[in-house]
C-alpha cells in the first residue's frame, strides 16, 4: 500500500500499521514543536521552513494527521521519560499560576500582607518585587507570572484548544405578509400602551 493512501485515524496508529512517511522536515517539525514547548511557529523554523511563512506551515502541520501522530509519539516518549514527580510539580504550579488572585496579597484592610502571611499559592505566582522609592516613601511593585500563558499551557495540556468549536444558528425567514403582520402587530402593542 502506497503512503499517499494510507488511512489514518487522529492519535492513533494508520489503520494499516504502519508508521507515518513524513519527508525530514515534517519529522524535525514533530520532534521540535515538543522540544520548543508547543510553539509552531518556532517549531517550523527550528525544522527549516522560511521564517516569513513559519507560522503558516507550523499551523498546517498541526492539521497534519501524520504529523500529529509523531508529535503524540514525541510526547508520550518525553513523559515517559520525565519523573512523574516533576510533571506534577509542574502541572500545580502552572495551575496556581492560573488560579492566583491577586487580592490574596491583601488582609481584610485592603493593606498589604507580609510576604509570610500570604497564601503560598500566591507566593508561587509572584514572578518579581522591586522596591521604589517614592517622596512618601517606598513603593512596591509585585509582579505576577502571566496568568493567560498558564491558561493556555493547561488548556494545550488537557487539549481543550484542539476541541473544535461548533456553532448553530437558527433563522426564520418571514414572507413579506408575515413581515407586515408582525410590524401591524408591533404597533398595536405600543398604540395600546
Given at each position: 500500500?502506497?503512503?499517499?493512501?494510507?488511512?489514518?485515524?487522529?492519535?492513533?496508529?494508520?489503520?494499516?500499521?504502519?508508521?507515518?512517511?513524513?519527508?525530514?522536515?515534517?519529522?524535525?517539525?514533530?520532534?521540535?514543536?515538543?522540544?520548543?514547548?508547543?510553539?509552531?511557529?518556532?517549531?517550523?523554523?527550528?525544522?527549516?521552513?522560511?521564517?516569513?511563512?513559519?507560522?503558516?506551515?507550523?499551523?498546517?502541520?498541526?492539521?497534519?494527521?501524520?504529523?500529529?501522530?509523531?508529535?503524540?509519539?514525541?510526547?508520550?516518549?518525553v513523559e515517559r521519560e520525565k519523573k512523574p514527580e516533576t510533571r506534577f510539580q509542574t502541572l500545580e504550579t502552572t495551575s496556581l499560576i492560573a488560579n492566583a488572585d491577586i487580592g490574596d496579597c491583601f488582609d481584610e484592610n485592603n493593606e498589604l500582607k507580609?510576604?509570610?502571611?500570604?497564601?503560598?499559592?500566591?507566593?508561587?505566582?509572584?514572578?518579581?518585587?522591586?522596591?521604589?522609592?517614592?517622596?512618601?516613601?517606598?513603593?512596591?511593585?509585585?509582579?505576577?507570572?502571566?496568568?493567560?500563558?498558564?491558561?493556555?499551557?493547561?488548556?494545550?495540556?488537557?487539549?481543550?484548544?484542539?476541541?473544535?468549536?461548533?456553532?448553530?444558528?437558527?433563522?426564520?425567514?418571514?414572507?413579506?405578509?408575515?413581515?407586515?403582520?408582525?410590524?401591524?402587530?408591533?404597533?398595536?402593542?405600543?398604540?395600546?400602551?
Open positions: 500500500m502506497d503512503n499517499e493512501n494510507m488511512i489514518f485515524k487522529h492519535n492513533s496508529m494508520p489503520l494499516d500499521g504502519s508508521r507515518p512517511a513524513l519527508n525530514p522536515r515534517q519529522r524535525a517539525f514533530s520532534t521540535e514543536y515538543v522540544r520548543l514547548h508547543l510553539n509552531a511557529t518556532k517549531a517550523a523554523i527550528s525544522a527549516g521552513y522560511a521564517p516569513s511563512s513559519a507560522a503558516g506551515m507550523g499551523c498546517r502541520l498541526l492539521k497534519d494527521d501524520r504529523v500529529r501522530f509523531l508529535i503524540d509519539e514525541e510526547m508520550s516518549r507580609s510576604f509570610k502571611d500570604m497564601p503560598e499559592h500566591v507566593r508561587k505566582s509572584i514572578q518579581s518585587v522591586t522596591l521604589t522609592p517614592t517622596k512618601y516613601g517606598m513603593r512596591m511593585n509585585i509582579r505576577q507570572y502571566d496568568k493567560q500563558k498558564s491558561l493556555e499551557l493547561l488548556a494545550k495540556y488537557n487539549h481543550i484548544l484542539e476541541q473544535e468549536a461548533k456553532v448553530e444558528i437558527n433563522v426564520n425567514v418571514l414572507t413579506h405578509e408575515e413581515k407586515q403582520a408582525k410590524i401591524q402587530e408591533f404597533i398595536d402593542k405600543r398604540d395600546e400602551s
